[in-house]
């Protein structure tokens, strides 16, 4: 007799629904507690999210900068490796992105403009993560540890610069001067109006497809190429990868550079494609959540997507909610927490349960077959 084999549908898919819908469940009673109609909640964070195009544009926006994030924890995790990083690298990407529009954004045409600072954002990002990496991989330092330490570094640095190197003389906000109008990013609504089509003014902008782009990229080199093999080899077995010969320190190195400029990539969409200048904490907290969305995702970029969608959800209609309510808006923070709980900490325990319930339905369905 054949074993059974459960599906990736059901470790995935299903069990993430459940998941979720476990912490909305509890997400339910929070709500009561603060007199709060769960259905009416459901129903205002569903319409500001997805009822009207500019919730749509809002959503899609959030989801954006999540997808860069996402996908930065993803390869690192590929490769066994826990890049708490992001938010200093997204940071620094920031840094590099900024200076190609304050320098260059008012010289070059924007076709020239856009892949240097796709360019400057991922180098300054990758270069951040490089040296965590450098010292995992040649001195033994632990990446968890440097990376939550660089985040630190990049806040000081940024901070400096903010204050005594890009801030206009006579202003008194830590933040650059506005970039050159040429150097900003198309939003979605000016796009659509040039094909005859109208969509409310959002802050999503053309960087959502560059983020598509890199998903399917990240998808390409990590199931598609040598260097791909390379990283999940070490994430499964580093003693076994080392056996077949496989460079332990260029493979850290590697998906560490490659997260680090795919967290870079973050500052196109808010600096260059909604705020136009650099200002302080612009990342504010999107390199954190990323490890939930690659989480939730299982590391794969069509989950990381998905994801993306959720928190995207749960940030603007957790905005909707605050605005109808009078809640503080901090209550999204606890919807990501409750969803984070059960996706993450708690994501084994409904697992056993679920296969049981898959494996009786699939052993009675043979034995209907065989007995037909």
Same mark, same amino acid.
Request: hydrophobic share 55%; charged share 10%.
């Given at each position: 007799?054949?074993?059974?084999?459960?599906? %990736?549908?059901?470790?995935?898919?299903?069990?993430?629904?459940?998941?979720?819908?476990?912490?909305?469940?509890?997400? !339910?009673?929070?709500?009561?507690?603060?007199?709060?109609?769960?259905?009416?909640?459901?129903?205002?964070?569903?319409?500001?999210?997805?009822?009207?195009?500019?919730?749509?544009?809002?959503?899609?926006?959030?989801?954006?900068?999540?997808?860069?994030?996402?996908?930065?924890?993803?390869?690192?995790?590929? !490769?066994?490796?826990?890049? &708490?990083?992001?938010?200093?690298? #997204?940071?620094?990407?920031?840094?590099?992105?900024?200076?190609? =529009?304050?320098?260059?954004?008012? +010289?070059?045409?924007? @076709?020239?403009?856009?892949?240097? $600072?796709?360019?400057?954002?991922?180098?300054?990002?990758?270069?951040?993560?490089?040296?965590?990496?450098?010292?995992?991989?040649?001195?033994?330092?632990?990446?968890?540890?440097?990376?939550?330490?660089?985040?630190? *570094?990049?806040?000081?640095?940024?901070?400096?610069?903010?204050?005594?190197?890009?801030?206009?003389?006579?202003?008194? !906000?830590?933040?650059?001067?506005?970039? @050159?109008?040429?150097?900003?990013?198309?939003?979605?609504?000016?796009?659509?109006?040039?094909?005859? /089509?109208? *969509?409310?003014?959002?802050?999503?902008?053309?960087?959502?497809?560059?983020?598509?782009? =890199? #998903?399917?990229?990240?998808?390409?080199?990590?199931?598609?190429?040598?260097?791909?093999?390379?990283?999940?080899?070490?994430? %499964?077995?580093?003693?076994? $990868?080392?056996?077949?010969?496989?460079?332990?320190?260029?493979?850290?190195?590697?998906? /560490?550079?490659? $997260?680090?400029?795919?967290?870079?990539?973050?500052?196109?969409?808010?600096?260059?494609?909604?705020?136009?200048? &650099?200002?302080?904490?612009?990342?504010?907290?999107?390199?954190?959540?990323?490890?939930?969305? #690659?989480? /939730?995702?299982?590391?794969?970029?069509?989950?990381? *997507?998905?994801?993306?969608?959720?928190?995207?959800?749960?940030?603007?209609?957790?905005?909707?909610?605050?605005?109808?309510?009078?809640?503080?808006?901090?209550?999204?923070?606890?919807?990501?927490?409750?969803? *984070?709980?059960?996706?993450? !900490?708690?994501?084994?325990?409904?697992?056993?349960?679920?296969?049981?319930?898959?494996? #009786?339905?699939?052993?009675?369905?043979?034995?209907?077959?065989?007995? +037909?």
């Amino acid at each position: 007799m054949s074993q059974v084999r459960i599906p %990736a549908w059901v470790s995935v898919g299903v069990l993430s629904a459940v998941n979720i819908l476990l912490a909305f469940l509890v997400s !339910a009673i929070l709500f009561y507690y603060l007199d709060i109609n769960p259905v009416d909640a459901a129903k205002i964070m569903w319409y500001g999210a997805f009822g009207t195009g500019e919730g749509v544009g809002f959503t899609l926006y959030y989801a954006t900068g999540f997808i860069f994030t996402g996908l930065s924890v993803a390869v690192a995790f590929h !490769a066994g490796l826990f890049n &708490i990083g992001g938010e200093g690298q #997204a940071y620094i990407g920031g840094l590099g992105v900024g200076l190609v =529009c304050l320098m260059l954004g008012d +010289v070059l045409p924007f @076709a020239l403009l856009l892949p240097l $600072s796709i360019i400057a954002g991922g180098l300054f990002g990758a270069a951040w993560a490089f040296i965590p990496a450098w010292l995992q991989a040649k001195r033994g330092s632990h990446i968890v540890i440097t990376t939550i330490m660089f985040n630190f *570094i990049a806040a000081s640095l940024m901070a400096y610069l903010l204050v005594e190197v890009f801030k206009p003389p006579g202003s008194m !906000a830590t933040e650059s001067k506005v970039f @050159a109008e040429a150097s900003w990013l198309p939003k979605m609504s000016g796009l659509a109006n040039l094909f005859g /089509m109208e *969509i409310p003014n959002s802050p999503l902008n053309i960087s959502f497809f560059w983020a598509l782009i =890199c #998903a399917a990229l990240v998808w390409v080199i990590i199931w598609h190429t040598r260097w791909g093999y390379e990283i999940r080899s070490v994430g %499964a077995s580093q003693s076994a $990868s080392a056996y077949a010969g496989i460079s332990y320190p260029k493979v850290v190195i590697l998906a /560490m550079v490659i $997260s680090g400029m795919l967290s870079g990539f973050f500052a196109l969409n808010v600096l260059q494609g909604e705020l136009h200048q &650099i200002k302080l904490n612009f990342v504010e907290g999107f390199g954190f959540t990323g490890i939930a969305v #690659a989480l /939730m995702g299982r590391n794969h970029p069509v989950g990381v *997507i998905i994801a993306s969608l959720l928190f995207g959800f749960l940030y603007q209609g957790g905005a909707e909610l605050s605005f109808e309510f009078g809640v503080d808006r901090n209550i999204v923070v606890v919807l990501q927490g409750l969803v *984070i709980l059960f996706c993450g !900490a708690l994501e084994h325990m409904m697992r056993p349960r679920i296969e049981q319930l898959y494996l #009786a339905f699939a052993n009675r369905s043979a034995a209907q077959a065989k007995g +037909v």
